[in-house]
């Protein structure tokens, strides 16, 4: 390997030495080079890439590039035009001009150009109109850069951000981004590197004080790590700051000790480390340095500068040769004391505009004289040092190549190597503070910690605990909007009381989440009130009549009535119920119907009661309306048997208030809520008549009814008459806990509790992914059952029984049913009582040899108009008799022949 280095030293150096040689002689293109010391690399690259033409035969026809390279002092311009002269007057003349590079110097280099028509050609960004000059520059169009820089913060979606310069040259760079950010949506802070004389603390200091997170900086590469450390020392390298620099250089930096800082830096690079020509020319490179010590290696990547200087070469050569091939091109002696021009030139300059080829920097293609259609990689320092994230292309824009996974990868690699600093509010059964630590050696315990213990053991965090200093959830001000409690202690994340993330019975409000970020909800919730429970009331007198609702009672007076009525007309009309009172004289003919008015009351009341009756059908027209009249009692007593005991144990509560309207239209009993949480804002921001009535009355008391934590609210309503509006999360867990309180009506709203982390966070994705796999696994339910449920030794007397008792006295909604029932019995029975009676009437009919009508209008009247349940018989013939002045064309129930006909 070491021979084969040697080897390729030895032919590069003699390349050098035989082109130096060849001076004078015209077949070569003589070029003047001048470079000031400072630009070492350039002159370097320059000699490089010429060398590698000449060797490679790139001008073909054995012509190569010459030319004897000048040190000029910088800004030094009356040198620079001295030596450019001196080489225009050489006997060839020259056929291009590479540098100088300090700007004066250039600019007269490139009028001396213009007026001789030589290609001038740069390396270097150069914001002037290249039309202006005889000059070609294989630099990026600096709009089209900028342009870049600008797509790159729109697909950020930065709307806040700063911005920090250098000079004059950074504003033309920054040019896009300043239009981009002139939309009334976007806030942008400009601030002046220089202003600060090179130590960059107090604008940092400046920058954190201001809440100022995004950075675009645009100064020298060589400043850029000095300006991370200064950042560094005033702690705005942690992951909520994010730095992109400008410079397309980052890459070449050693930036390893701001690695696991967390900081995002980003920036933009043109040369791409893994394209292979540039590995190829890396390794080269890296043979001269070992031999030659080449200033251009010791670098992390080579410099765009000088990439770009060799590609600037390789361009000349080819449109050299490309116009050599159809036409006599040769220099010329110029003098600069005289007019003239090469007349070359401007067909040169041409062919290099038209080239287009690949070279280290990418495509080369010029559009309008300007180098176009570049392709920037985006690149990110991480973890594992600066990687490709995506690309830019003027056609494309921005694409993000680092996938998902790859940065959820990246974000729990440094999660695993945080401590992240929880800030929380104590309140039961969230967050308890120890006053000495557990058997885990944990100062605090409580749902929250166990939801956080669970993620830390998957996530690999560690965290560590402290309570807001003012106890607060957090709420903005209404003049100044500035947060205070826990979202304020997110948003101030750097001061003295940092948090990370903010872990407590935190509400997921729209105001909150647009200043700071929340995880997925781990608990859903809603606002309910809760109060003393009131006095229970001694039971009703006339709680017996509770099982049913009043409909029912009235509807089965109504049944009963009707069913008696009903069997008094069937018993009438069926002729099976009229018998012999005397069953020991047959001979009477006295008939007699049981079921009177009076004995079908009692009948069908004897069998409600469940006590039978003397009474009993003996048709079967009256036995279905018995069947169903039974079936009937047989429910609705069973119905009402099974509710009465509820009913008779209950004890009712003398409650004053059943939900918040009741609550909004009293004033005996105060209600208020936290001082400073979602729940007051709730009533602050909502249109509805009741809750803003509830708040005029809360903030005007504000003294005397507002809580300053939900431990102070509970101990309210316990001790004094008080009605707390809080999450219903906590009421459970207080009502679970205090048999004497209890939850007064429905939830107001629904919401969820969430884990809260400044904006931005990286971690905040990866709380909430698992936070969802947590409650897939039911873990998130378990801690609530332990720490609702189990851990409480009190077990109360719910009101549940209470409840389901009052709400369910049966209504005609549950018993209905047995209603209709009964009445298709009734006139079941009904109808088979006409038949019954038909029959008889023909019967009776043809043993009268009566026409059927008239045997039935005698029958009827019997039964409506002479209404009397006693007669006489006739003859068994059937004979009309007449007793109590009754007649009746009898049914014979004598002789016996004919009883059977009634039996
Ligand atoms: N959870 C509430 C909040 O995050 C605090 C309690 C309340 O307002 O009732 O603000």
Same mark, same amino acid.
């Given at each position: ?27 070569? +293109? ?10 070492? #690399? ?12 000449n060797?490679?035969?790139?001008? *073909? ?5 010459? $030319? ?23 006997r ?47 630099y ?14 729109t697909?950020?979606?930065w ?8 000079? *004059?040259d950074?504003?033309i760079r920054?040019? =896009?981004?300043?239009e ?95 394209? @292979? ?13 070992t ?13 765009t ?13 080819r449109?050299? @040769? ?10 010329e ?6 007019? *003239? ?16 080829y690949?070279g ?9 004289? =300007?180098?176009?259609?570049?392709r ?30 790859e =940065? ?18 104590y ?43 003012k ?32 872990a407590?019975?935190?509400t997921?409000t729209?105001?909150r989440?647009?200043?700071v ?13 809760i ?14 009549l ?6 029912v ?45 009076l ?28 069947? $169903? ?8 007593? #069973? ?28 004033v ?13 804002n709730? %009533? ?10 509830? +708040?005029?009355?809360m903030?005007?008391?504000?003294? @005397? ?8 609210g509970?101990h ?48 905040i ?12 696994k039911?873990? /998130? ?11 409480s ?18 209504? /005609?909604?549950?018993?209905g ?9 009734s /006139? ?14 023909g019967?009776?009919?043809r ?9 039935m ?25 007449e007793?109590?002045?009754?007649? %009746?064309n009898?049914?014979?129930t ?10």
């Amino acid at each position: 390997m070491r021979g084969i280095q040697e080897f390729t030293i030895w032919i590069l150096t003699l390349s050098i030495v035989y082109v130096q040689r060849t001076d004078g002689d015209n077949k070569n +293109y003589r070029v003047a080079t001048l470079f000031e010391p400072e630009y070492e #690399s350039l002159r370097l690259a320059f000699n490089n890439a010429a060398t590698n033409v000449n060797i490679q035969e790139k001008l *073909g026809q054995g012509r190569n590039i010459i $030319f004897d390279m000048r040190t000029v002092k910088p800004q030094d311009s009356f040198e620079a035009n001295k030596e450019v002269c001196r080489e225009m007057r050489s006997r060839d003349g020259i056929a291009a001009v590479f540098g100088p590079i300090s700007s004066m110097s250039r600019a007269h280099v490139q009028s001396l150009c213009n007026a001789f028509e030589i290609p001038h050609i740069q390396s270097i960004w150069d914001p002037r109109e290249p039309r202006e000059y005889f000059s070609v520059s294989v630099y990026p169009d600096h709009n089209e850069l900028s342009k870049a820089y600008a797509d790159l913060l729109t697909y950020w979606g930065w709307k806040e951000f700063t911005v920090i310069y250098e000079d *004059g040259d950074s504003l033309i760079r920054l040019q =896009k981004i300043l239009e981009t950010a002139r939309g009334t949506d976007y806030t942008m802070t400009i601030r002046q590197l220089e202003m600060y004389q090179n130590k960059y603390t107090s604008l940092l200091k400046e920058i954190k004080e201001k809440h100022e997170y995004k950075l675009v900086i645009d100064c020298h590469t060589s400043k850029i790590k000095q300006f991370l450390q200064e950042a560094d020392s005033v702690n705005m390298l942690s992951e909520y700051y994010h730095y992109h620099f400008t410079t397309l250089d980052l890459s070449q930096l050693d930036l390893d000790q701001f690695m696991h800082k967390g900081a995002n830096i980003t920036s933009m690079r043109l040369i791409d480390p893994n394209n @292979k020509d540039v590995r190829n020319m890396m390794v080269d490179w890296r043979i001269r340095h070992t031999y030659l010590s080449s200033p251009l290696l010791g670098m992390r990547a080579i410099a765009t500068e000088t990439a770009l200087m060799y590609d600037a070469v390789y361009m000349y050569a080819r449109a050299l @040769k490309g116009l050599a091939s159809a036409q006599n091109v040769s220099t010329e002696s110029l003098n600069c004391n005289k007019q *003239g021009t090469w007349k070359k030139g401007l067909s040169l300059l041409n062919y290099m505009k038209a080239i287009e080829y690949n070279g280290l920097s990418g495509k080369i293609k010029f559009y309008d004289g =300007k180098r176009k259609d570049i392709r920037l990689g985006i690149i990110s320092l991480t973890q594992k040092g600066i990687i490709e994230i995506g690309h830019w292309t003027n056609k494309t824009g921005v694409n993000i190549t680092f996938t998902h996974k790859e =940065k959820v990868y990246n974000d729990l690699e440094r999660l695993r190597n945080t401590t992240l600093r929880i800030v929380t509010v104590y309140d039961p059964p969230y967050v308890y503070n120890l006053s000495e630590p557990n058997e885990k050696g944990q100062m605090h315990e409580g749902f929250i910690v166990d939801l956080l213990d669970a993620l830390s053991a998957k996530l690999g965090f560690k965290y560590e605990i402290y309570e807001q200093e003012k106890r607060d959830y957090g709420s903005a001000d209404d003049t100044t909007g500035k947060w205070n409690g826990m979202i304020g202690d997110l948003i101030e994340r750097d001061s003295v009381n940092k948090a990370d993330v903010a872990a407590a019975g935190l509400t997921i409000t729209y105001d909150r989440a647009r200043v700071v970020d929340f995880t997925m909800p781990f608990l859903n919730l809603g606002i309910t009130i809760i109060y003393r429970k009131p006095d229970s009331k001694p039971p009703d007198l006339f709680s017996f009549l509770s099982p049913l609702s009043p409909d029912v009672w009235i509807y089965m007076i109504a049944a009963y009535l009707c069913v008696s009525f009903m069997l008094f007309v069937i018993a009438r009309f069926t002729p099976y119920e009229w018998e012999n009172p005397h069953p020991c004289n047959e001979d009477s003919e006295e008939v007699e119907n049981q079921f009177t008015i009076l004995n079908s009351l009692w009948f069908t009341i004897g069998s409600l009661m469940q006590q039978g009756c003397d009474i009993m059908p003996k048709a079967i027209s009256t036995r279905s309306v018995a069947i $169903f009249w039974w079936f009937f009692v047989l429910i609705l007593v #069973s119905s009402y048997t099974a509710n009465l005991a509820a009913f008779l144990t209950m004890s009712r509560m003398n409650v004053p208030i059943k939900n918040a309207e009741d609550l909004s239209k009293q004033v005996l009993i105060p209600y208020g809520t936290l001082m400073s949480g979602s729940t007051r804002n709730f %009533f602050k921001k909502s249109n509805m008549t009741t809750y803003k009535r509830m +708040y005029a009355y809360m903030s005007a008391n504000e003294e @005397k009814v507002m809580v300053g934590g939900n431990t102070e609210g509970f101990h309210k309503v316990k001790t004094e008459n008080y009605a707390f509006l809080a999450e219903s999360t906590s009421i459970d867990y207080q009502v679970q806990r205090n048999c004497d309180l209890m939850q007064v009506g429905d939830l107001l709203d629904s919401k969820g509790y969430g884990l809260a982390a400044p904006k931005d966070s990286p971690w905040i994705d990866l709380l909430s992914t698992e936070i969802v796999n947590l409650q897939e696994k039911q873990d /998130i339910a378990s801690f609530y059952k332990k720490w609702w449920v189990d851990k409480s030794d009190i077990v109360c007397e719910t009101e549940e029984k209470d409840k389901s008792a009052s709400s369910s006295a049966l209504g /005609i909604a549950n018993v209905g049913g047995v209603f209709v029932v009964l009445a298709g019995g009734s /006139i079941f029975g009904l109808l088979v009582s006409i038949l019954e009676f038909l029959w008889k009437v023909g019967r009776n009919a043809r043993a009268d040899k009566q026409s059927f009508w008239s045997e039935m209008t005698e029958e009827l009247r019997f039964i409506f108009v002479r209404c009397k349940s006693t007669r006489n018989t006739g003859e068994s013939t059937g004979k009309t008799v007449e007793n109590n002045g009754v007649t %009746f064309n009898a049914v014979p129930t004598v002789p016996t022949a004919n009883k059977e006909t009634f039996d």
